[in-house]
């Protein structure tokens, strides 16, 4: 299902695009490029979010906003993930960019729940957005549910 294209926050730093297609994966806590940060934009609830069944009945993480930024050659993306998670094993575990066609350019693997802190933002950089490509979307995986929230479409400059 496709969702509207949702207006993002961009930062644009001057820089060509460097072609040649990656799939960096990152990890929380990994310490190899490409990089990630947690973003501290969001305060912790005290208490865990309530769950929302997804379009079939299974628990769901969604891609709610996104901010991309220029490195020159390469791209950092921070994604906001709304994600049902409800015990350490079930929870949004990873958020993906892709090409309109599919191609997925990156995934940022989450290690662990989120119940206290939703929605959250995690980033990751050092992505190669090949030559030609003006939008990525934003796609959130969940544990039970798989590949069942919204999506978010990031148009780049």
């Known amino acids: 299902m496709r969702v509207p294209s949702a207006l993002v926050v961009m ?3 001057m820089g060509a695009c460097a072609g040649g297609a990656q799939n960096p994966v990152a990890s929380d806590g990994a310490d190899t490029a490409p990089t990630e940060t947690q973003l501290d934009d969001a305060t912790p609830s005290t208490t865990p979010t309530s769950v929302s069944a997804g379009p079939t ?5 969604s891609v709610v906003g996104a901010q991309a930024t220029n490195d020159g050659d ?3 993306f921070a994604l906001t993930v709304r994600s049902d998670d409800v015990s350490t094993t079930e929870f949004g575990d990873s958020w993906e960019l892709r090409t309109l066609d599919g191609d997925v ?3 940022r693997v989450l290690a662990h729940e989120h119940m206290n802190e939703q929605p959250f933002t995690r980033s990751m950089s050092g992505i190669v957005i090949p030559e030609g490509i003006t939008t990525v979307i ?3 995986h969940h544990s ?3 590949y069942c929230g919204e999506t978010l479409e990031i148009q780049l400059p």
Do not use: D, E, I, S
């Open 144 to 146: 039970v549910g798989g």
């Open 74 to 76: 390469t791209w950092t």
């Open 11 to 13: 930062v644009v730093v």
């Open 57 to 61: 009945g299974q628990l769901c993480a």
């Open 138 to 140: 934003g796609v959130a």
């Open 105 to 107: 350019l990156a995934t």
